[in-house]
């Protein structure tokens, strides 16, 4: 399955509940199913961290939806195989992604 496929999936369940709750409110359900996934990274439960995972990308999925974006088209026109910076695989940036 493509990630453009899987935005279809996520409009034909949820887009009659997403598009009346608005951009705004869908993205606080985006932020709070990311904040679920931070506290599941700090426990050893591997099936919640999943779960998490996949709520986290399904409210993303309906965000873009809302805001009428393909996510999957955006996603590779910005990282198209490669660093959308330093245009090299894998990434040689040495001060953007260090903790
Ligand atoms: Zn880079």
Redesign the pocket.
């Known amino acids: 399955m493509h990630i453009n496929e899987f935005q279809t999936m996520m409009r034909q369940i949820y887009f009659h509940h997403d598009s009346k709750r608005g951009a705004k409110r869908t993205f606080l359900w985006l932020v709070e199913e990311v904040e679920e996934l931070g506290e599941a990274i700090k426990g050893k439960d591997k099936k919640a961290l999943e779960n998490e995972v996949a709520d986290a990308l399904a409210w993303l999925a309906s965000l873009a939806n809302v805001v009428n974006i393909d996510l999957e088209k955006a996603a590779m026109a910005k990282y198209d195989h490669k ?6 695989i894998p ?3 040495t001060r ?2 260090q903790p």
């Open positions: 660093c959308p910076k330093c245009k090299q990434c040689e940036c953007s992604f």
